[in-house]
């Protein structure tokens, strides 16, 4: 059995393997990576031997890197790369070109459909009634989404709120409050079977999903990079953020929400966000507006979102998919029974 693995910033490594009993009998690991010396692959090797094929992804590197000398050098190769290749050839992990993706634009529906959709959606994906996907929201009314074990009183200013007339969601994943107005952010979900992660860390997770879009952001002009845990940012300053929630089902949600002109004066009168808080994030109280991705490539949001959609479907040969008038109909009673309710907003976590 072949299997491949290539973690972002790391080299390419191949395994080859045999197994009898349900055990690893034979391991072969190549790739254009370095190891000094040479007897570093052999104790890793070694030390693969005998494992179950039940044995996780990260477990197989735990071993690996146990058998491993102080003096032991790994340059572009990890064991823990090297425990996913070998997931992989046995068929228990996959890799991108393992899944058929939809790549879907909006609609433009009320905030909270878009966050119930979040739940929804996974949902059908995991009934086999859809693909996986990678989704760009739209909204029509501002919104601000806090995570899933934020406080709301902590979070939220009610008399700035009030004042803008926005809606307040909690979402399914944890992180930080979002504020989001239409065309102001560019907010993307992307659905995929835990399987594609098997073996990662939470935070190579997030890189790891996240690797398409710097990519993209590189092609408007935006020189962007992953900052753990889940934030993206360029060499001026913090562009978006990011979270997921894991399914019992097996499916997995990760989205990203990237500013792209904010009124930063507005969310400041609508979060409870400190000084420290904000200069953190890199913005400056005496502007009025954060605009990173729109001062950065002078482009138009519409214009941005076409090159993401077009990255993401060449890069993975994703093809169109659409949000169906039944998928938003379960959305707006999921909506109306779960995401809209005080218990829900309001909930302690």
């Known amino acids: 059995m072949h299997g491949e693995y290539k973690a972002p910033g790391e ?15 034979d391991l ?10 040479d007897e570093a692959l052999f104790r890793m090797r070694t030390a693969a031997l005998g494992s179950p094929v039940t044995m996780s992804g990260a477990e197989l590197g735990a071993r690996m890197r146990a058998a491993l000398d102080p003096h032991d050098v790994l340059f572009g190769l990890t064991p823990e790369s090297i425990g996913i290749a070998i997931r992989r050839a046995l068929g228990k992990a996959l890799s991108w070109d393992d899944i058929e993706f939809d790549v879907i634009h909006g609609p433009s529906v009320a ?8 739940e929804t959606l996974p949902e059908e994906v995991a009934a086999g009634r859809r693909r996986p996907f990678m989704r760009i929201w739209e909204w029509n009314s501002p919104q601000i989404v806090i995570g899933s074990f934020q406080s709301y009183e902590n979070e939220i200013n009610q008399k700035g709120i009030e004042k803008h007339g926005i809606t307040v969601s909690r ?20 659905v995929v079977p835990t399987a594609l992660v098997d073996g990662l860390s939470f935070e190579d997770s997030y890189s790891f999903l996240d690797s398409w879009v710097i990519e ?30 894991r399914f019992a089902s097996g499916i997995m949600m990760h989205h990203v929400t ?4 904010i009124d930063a004066e507005k969310m400041n009168e609508c979060l409870r966000i400190g000084r420290e808080k904000i200069r953190d994030k890199g913005l400056r109280s005496a502007v009025k507006r954060v605009d990173p991705m ?15 959609l077009k990255h993401f479907a060449q890069k993975y040969g994703a093809t169109p998919g659409e949000i169906t008038e039944q998928d938003l109909e379960v959305a ?10 005080p218990e829900w907003v309001h909930r302690i976590p």
């Open 294 to 308: 729109r001062s950065q490539t002078g482009m138009e949001r519409e214009a941005i979102i076409d090159v993401f």
């Open 111 to 118: 905030p909270v459909i878009n966050v119930a959709m979040d």
């Open 171 to 190: 979402r399914v994943s944890g992180g930080g409050a979002m504020f989001m107005e239409p065309g102001n952010c560019i907010t993307y979900t992307l």
């Open 258 to 261: 990237m500013a792209y002109d």
């Open 216 to 245: 993209a952001l590189a092609k408007v002009g935006v020189n962007a990079h992953f900052v753990p845990l889940n934030d993206i940012a360029s060499d001026k300053g913090k562009i978006g953020g990011a979270a997921q929630k």
């Open 11 to 25: 080299k390419l490594v191949r395994v080859d393997l045999e197994t009898h009993d349900d055990a690893i009998t």
């Open 332 to 341: 707006r009673d999921r909506a109306e029974k779960k995401f809209s309710t």
């Open 28 to 37: 072969t690991i190549s790739g254009d990576f370095f190891a000094e010396p």
